[in-house]
């Protein structure tokens, strides 16, 4: 209990000294189709430079120094206003390794029918940008593999956000020696009170669905489906200081279930609840929660959430309770050239355990217009 009221009591001394946008909204970036640029032809870049170094020591999971770049360059034709494709190729190089770890081919055809709704097949807009709470999906998923391959739905209105979207991870053939592997998604927000860019009230859902399997898989290999769920609410208000620009709250409760049958996890059923308070200025954004869950595992999420360890299969934790803290200070250069730098911190009181990680980013996203075809 002391120790609860410390960590607590250190955040919230934290908050009101040191007061951005949203924790992720550097590394977003958006298909939407303008339709002045038909008939146009243009190059488009899309560059993260990366070095974040996760000291972790518990019994979850160990801490990993991730020190690379990766680059997308693609060619992006509107041949009709409501019609784009792209097309490229995505590179990651990690530092200190000769060669390449990801050179994969990027192609993408988007359909707009209006301005409200984004048809995607192909590459996706994927990654961070769905947006999907870090419990479910862990931020260095990001730098290891974000470019995603499939169908995305898109829907977004000054009341609704709609992100649907199938990944088809690991395709097989009837000669195929592996399983298939599909993560399938979806995010939906509703603006109840209050408007999208002033204080609001928003209903929040957000789903993930992980398969491995398919029909011509080897005996041995075990299907897996797992599913977490999260349900619950955020509100945000904009103030009329000059210094911060909002403060908000966001609230959850998750769950998760192992479909499979003959599962291989712990765990076939838990849940979670994952509460977080938010103050944003013009550079900084910080972010203080708690988090407490019951065999709770997820197929993409953060293992420090966890109730099982990815590091040794006898480690459980039943019952896990972190407080949470993160302050990312966040610097426009250039239009294009953003510069971050953030602290994440995680009390684990079951564990006793302080974890925490450090990270540096320069993100370059350009347009280059090339000519009118």
Do not use: C
């Not at 399938?184 to 398969?211: M, P, R, W």
């Not at 972010?287 to 293992?303: M, Q, V």
């Amino acid at each position: 209990m002391k120790a609860k009221i410390f960590y607590i009591s250190l955040l919230i001394l934290i908050s009101q000294n040191l007061f951005s946008q949203e924790i992720n909204s550097s590394f977003y970036t958006t298909t939407r189709i303008n339709q002045a640029d038909s008939n146009q032809l243009s190059l488009r870049i899309e560059n993260t430079n990366f070095f974040k170094n996760d000291e972790f020591f518990g019994g979850l999971t160990s801490g990993l120094t991730y020190i690379g770049t990766y680059i997308r360059p693609e060619l992006v034709y509107q041949p009709y206003k409501n019609i784009k494709i792209s097309a490229g190729v995505h590179l990651l190089k990690y530092s200190g390794l000769g060669i390449f770890s990801q050179i994969l081919p990027v192609f993408s055809f988007q359909y707009s029918p209006n301005q409200n709704i984004d048809f995607i097949m192909g590459s996706l807009n994927g990654g961070l940008n769905h947006r999907i709470i870090e419990p479910m999906y862990a931020f260095q998923n990001h730098l290891i593999n974000n470019l995603e391959n499939g169908a995305q739905f898109l829907v977004h209105n000054h009341k609704i956000n709609l992100d649907i979207w199938l990944n088809w991870e690991k395709y097989i053939f009837k000669t195929s020696h592996s399983q298939e592997a599909i993560l399938g998604g979806v995010h939906f927000n509703y603006i109840l009170f209050g408007e999208k860019t002033k204080s609001n009230f928003k209903l929040d859902f957000q789903a993930l669905v992980a398969h491995k399997g398919g029909q011509f898989h080897n005996p041995e290999d075990i299907l897996q489906t797992l599913a977490n769920t999260s349900t619950g609410f955020i509100y945000s208000k904009k103030t009329k200081s000059t210094f911060i620009k909002k403060i908000g709250t966001e609230n959850y409760y998750l769950s998760y279930n192992d479909a499979s049958g003959n599962s291989v996890n712990p765990y076939t059923m838990g849940y979670a609840i994952y509460s977080n308070l938010f103050i944003e200025s013009k550079y900084v954004y910080i972010k203080a929660g708690y988090w407490t869950g019951e065999d709770y595992i997820s197929s993409r999420g953060n293992s420090l959430f966890m109730s099982m360890s990815d590091k040794d299969p006898n480690f459980v934790l039943p019952i896990t309770e972190l407080i949470t803290g993160k302050i990312a200070f966040r610097k426009q250069l250039f239009t294009d050239i953003a510069f971050e730098a953030r602290f994440e911190s995680y009390m684990d009181l079951q564990q006793n355990q302080f974890e925490f990680s450090y990270s540096f980013y320069l993100i370059f996203n350009r347009n280059f217009f090339l000519k009118k075809l």
